[in-house]
């Protein structure tokens, strides 16, 4: 099953994924989530938000125990992330098939649209809408480095841009999600385990950065007479590590667009995008306020005009205790782990009981051509998970 996603939206020159919402390898990935259902005789519906669903038992019977994660990929992603939790949820299903499983709940597989913001730059725009944690029009507006909006993304997909949002029905036929995930990050290395529970989601958040300069010739311009916003722009980024470091927190400057982006032409305009986080709220807080003052002090010096825009925001996710505590105890007795990546499971957190499962990652990294896992630890993840679907669900 997992080989036939191997190849879809595959970059070769990196060996990366570029699987962003509505494209024609996202696409790919979403035929592939209808054949793999209709091959195990699940129905199969795209929600009034663009996220996809697969049941084993009717919804409307309510309390459903739903499973799964995304199939987007940041540009030039690892194949794992997202891709491996929708994929374990069908193969949960198969075990719990083959042991002759009769549930008492129907059971769910999602998988979330724009989970990684690749492409509209809102993480989890999927479950934001679901559960109301963005509105319809802020979402039907977001728009692509070409301009082509949500709305229109959709609509050319043929789902109707205009009933997207809150799902409150859809909601009240779930009972809880459960996300597994490769884990991002090293801890189940030095823990020596291949399955882990997922115990909180640190707070943080995306900030567009605009720095306003004077365009001019590179070379008749006196340096004095320059209104760089490049020179105003590397400042922030190396004061956004500086802070970052100090407060104890992480922050990333890791996409940048320059105009007029000439190699002879002093930019007029340069836009980067912080991504922030940290375990504590207070010193993400602290961190996006000193890179704001740093950044005017310098705007000022460089006589550019800088601006600093939340464009989104994640607050700290405590997964669902007594759901936590039931999967630890069901897996008999794994890690629980906080985790700076976030998840559709935490922004579902604010409606639903969730909780997370992680698979080891034999090197920790992620959200690159590099990310891995090994087969003998997604067979694990499987295995966890249909331990945990049959517990709660049969
Ligand atoms: O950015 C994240 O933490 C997640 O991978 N969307
Ligand atoms: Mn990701
Ligand atoms: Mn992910
Ligand atoms: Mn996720």
């Known amino acids: 099953m997992w080989r036939d996603l191997t190849p879809i939206g595959r970059y070769d020159a990196t060996g990366g994924y570029r699987r962003f919402a509505y494209t024609a390898p996202e696409l790919e990935c979403r035929a592939w989530f209808a054949e793999q259902a209709a091959a195990r005789g699940l129905a199969v519906n795209t929600d009034r ?15 459903a125990v739903v499973t799964g994660s995304h199939l987007d990929s940041v540009p030039d992603g690892g194949p794992f992330d997202g891709p491996l939790g929708v994929a374990s949820a069908f193969a949960a299903i198969d075990l719990l098939r083959a042991e002759g499983a009769t549930p008492r709940r129907p059971i769910g597989v999602a998988a979330f649209v724009e989970e990684e913001g690749g492409r509209f730059g ?19 507006a977001l728009a692509d480095e070409n301009g082509v909006t949500f709305e229109q993304a ?4 043929g789902t109707d841009p205009m009933s997207i949002g809150h799902d409150v029905a859809m909601l009240s036929q779930i009972g809880s999600y459960v996300e597994l995930h490769i884990e991002q990050g090293r801890a189940q290395i030095d823990l020596d385990a291949p399955v882990a529970v997922g115990g909180a989601i640190w707070p943080h958040g995306r900030w567009r950065m605009d720095f306003q300069g004077r365009a001019d010739h590179a070379g008749t311009t006196r340096l004095d007479d320059r209104a760089d916003p490049m020179l105003t722009y590397a400042n922030t980024v190396l004061a956004a590590r500086k802070k970052a470091r100090l407060a104890g927190a992480v922050a990333t400057v890791g996409r940048v667009m320059c105009e007029p982006n000439g190699t002879n032409a002093i930019p007029s305009r340069v836009r980067g995008w912080l991504d922030a986080r940290a375990e504590d709220v207070d010193a993400l807080e602290q961190v996006v306020r000193e890179v ?6 310098r705007a000022d010096r460089d006589g550019t005009n800088a601006t600093i825009t939340r464009e989104s925001y994640s607050p700290r996710v405590d997964f ?14 794994v890690p629980v782990l906080s985790t700076g990546a976030g998840h559709d499971a935490g922004v579902l957190s604010a409606v ?20 891995s896992a090994e087969m003998v630890d997604c067979l694990a993840g499987v295995t966890a998970l249909a331990s945990v679907l049959r517990d709660l669900a049969c």
């Open 49 to 63: 938000n663009g996220n996809l669903w697969a049941w084993w038992g009717d919804p409307t019977d309510g309390d």
């Open 122 to 140: 809102v993480a989890c725009l999927g479950s934001r809408l679901m559960s109301g944690a963005i509105t319809p029009d802020a979402a039907r």
């Open 154 to 157: 959709m609509a050319d997909a």
């Open 292 to 297: 704001e003052e740093a950044t005017l002090a």
């Open 320 to 333: 669902d205790v007594p759901l936590r505590d039931r999967l630890v105890e069901t897996l008999g007795g």
């Open 352 to 371: 639903l009981p969730t909780a997370m499962l992680f698979v080891r990652n034999p090197t920790g990294v992620s959200h690159s051509p590099a990310e």
